[in-house]
């Protein structure tokens, strides 16, 4: 059961959407009111089309209503944002994402019956920061208000010494799912092998025991 | 060892990167070119300040090179972008991070020096078509080119049945590491117990074994 895409608004962030759609095999139509932009699309995407989406019977004309997720990334403009995603409600469309520019924009959304709301500029900042707090945290999934994935750089003091006599699980709470070692991942690390300088850990474990270890063993 | 930030560019991304390094605690100096913006993080930044950052005078006089990581988060204004990260360069800050329109730009702040380059709303964006695909994919994370890890529902065949007997490590090469239900999350799952129907799995793997183990257990 293959779904059919169609995005509205091909910028740093609908543009990515719609390109990784088409990387996995997805049938995108790629919507822009700006040429320009839909050319630059045209060979990436399935179908594309130039076209104002606040313009109902446009968006009827090239049959929206057939596809199974509208993604809504109109950034500046939040009132044709607004429009389209009321246009869109009201046509019933299956799954409706939008990407909001600021919190006001986002409960309008929600008001308005759109169910996912996205605001990509801040979940990134959020991730990024917490990479910028340690050099050694290069990664970081929160999974909850309370449990995280990060991916740390092996601390000095844990070079050489193996899984087992770390023993993080026991002493941290936390457990390493995976060990990188250069380009080779290992998911299933064995206990009993020494880590080398420049191993990259993937912890996964509740904040507060992820912060220990991270005291423990990370930092210098 | 607390290390002092400073954010230029508050606009989503950045303002998103002020915000949230200062709720870990971290010292963030906030500056942009617009008063109004700087008001808003006026209360949540340690310091702020409205500054046009491509004058290199300017920033010399609020001591930036005493800032161990220098984030530049402005958008549109490529130009600007480029000349406040020469600027840095030439200060040599320690660490710095610029935030990218696209690959032209992105090239551009390479061939500077910049060591750090991000495209959040791009990256953001592949994130999320990934979830986009199947309803049951919650979250994404890439580890490398070829290995990632995956949040995703529990399929209907899976229910009612244990670890054990799915024995997803031996017939699909990836691992599930931790599995959330309801508001509880279990990074130690017991082998024996049997899953629940809207129990949430997180597995790591190779690309192509998730894929493989995601066609057998998850997609109906
Ligand atoms: N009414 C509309 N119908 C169709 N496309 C639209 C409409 N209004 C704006 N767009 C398009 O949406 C795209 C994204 O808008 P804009 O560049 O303002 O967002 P942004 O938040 O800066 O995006 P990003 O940060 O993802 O680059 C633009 O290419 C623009 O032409
Ligand atoms: N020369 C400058 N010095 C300081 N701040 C600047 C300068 N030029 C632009 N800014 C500020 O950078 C911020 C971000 O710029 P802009 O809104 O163009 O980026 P954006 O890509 O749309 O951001 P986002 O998508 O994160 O919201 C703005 O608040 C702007 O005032
Ligand atoms: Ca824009
Ligand atoms: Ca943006
Ligand atoms: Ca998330
Ligand atoms: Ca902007």
Redesign the pocket.
């Known amino acids: 059961m293959k779904k059919d895409f169609a995005v509205i608004g091909l910028?740093?962030f609908g543009g990515s959407i719609c390109k990784e759609l088409s990387d996995k095999g997805m049938h995108v139509l790629a919507i822009d009111s700006d040429e320009a932009k839909v050319n630059e699309y045209k060979n990436i995407a399935y179908h594309s089309v130039v076209l104002d989406a606040t313009d109902e019977d446009a968006l009827k004309e090239i049959g929206i209503t057939n596809f199974d997720h509208v993604i809504v990334a109109i950034?500046?403009n939040i009132q044709a944002s607004i429009l389209t995603a009321v246009i869109l409600t009201d046509l019933d469309i299956k799954r409706i994402t939008v990407k909001a520019q600021n919190d006001y924009h986002d409960k309008i959304l929600n008001r308005i019956g759109v169910h996912h709301v996205v605001h990509p500029e801040r979940d990134m900042g959020k991730r990024l920061a917490h990479s910028f707090i340690s050099n050694n945290i290069l990664e970081y999934l929160e999974l909850s208000n309370e449990y995280s994935i990060v991916e740390v750089i092996a601390g000095r003091k844990m070079i050489g010494k193996t899984l087992i006599s770390l023993d993080v699980r026991a002493k941290f709470g936390c457990n390493i799912v995976a060990i990188k070692s250069g380009s080779e991942i290992d998911v299933s690390p064995e206990a009993d092998k020494p880590l080398k300088e420049g191993d990259i850990l993937i912890i996964i474990g509740a904040d507060h025991d992820i912060n220990r270890f991270e005291k423990a063993l990370i930092f210098d």
């Open positions: 910028g740093r950034g500046e």
